[in-house]
């Protein structure tokens, strides 16, 4: 079979996140500076990386911090408007001891804040699919197995 001959197949952007927690269960939010709404931690994935990999990468660019990675926690198919198709990883970060808060350092420039926020704020600092998102992948984390996801609702 030629190129030609090849069915058309999805190409999606990938892109791969981290969820910290705090000792009463709240999830850190970061606001990028090129963005409207505030995020997880996170960044595309470079050619020949891994998501986890494009993870930690990015946690130490945005955040300073070189940490470790629990399971990942949900796997979004997310296709954005003006972006077209995405794959999104979310992986858990875990709990943030005083120290790693402290250590916070806006290394590349592209973060400008940081805060932790309840679960029931997430569509105060975001769209609602990213609040979906963080939902699922909560629950996740709380039934000990990962999930996928659709535009951030677990399927």
């Known amino acids: ?3 030609n001959e090849m069915p058309p197949m999805a190409t999606p952007r990938v892109a791969a996140g981290a969820l910290f927690f705090d000792n009463e269960g709240r999830v850190l939010l970061v606001r990028p500076s090129y963005k409207k709404h505030w995020d997880i931690p996170g960044g595309y994935v470079e050619p020949g990386e891994s998501p986890r990999a494009a993870c930690l990468r990015e946690i130490e660019e ?3 911090l070189t940490t470790a990675l629990g399971p990942m926690l949900v796997v979004d198919w997310a296709p954005a408007e003006h972006e077209g198709d995405k794959l999104l990883f979310v992986f858990d ?5 005083a120290e790693q808060e402290r250590a916070i350092r ?7 804040e940081w805060r932790y926020v309840p679960a029931d704020a997430f569509e ?13 992948a909560i629950m996740a984390r709380n039934n000990g197995a990962p999930a996928y ?3 951030g609702n677990a399927v």
């Open 1 to 3: 079979m030629t190129a």
């Open 62 to 64: 945005e955040l300073g």
């Open 93 to 97: 970060a875990g709990t943030l001891t």
């Open 106 to 112: 806006f290394v590349d420039g592209e973060i400008t």
């Open 124 to 136: 105060q600092h975001g769209p609602s699919r990213l609040a979906r998102r963080l939902r699922t």
């Open 149 to 151: 996801a659709e535009h």
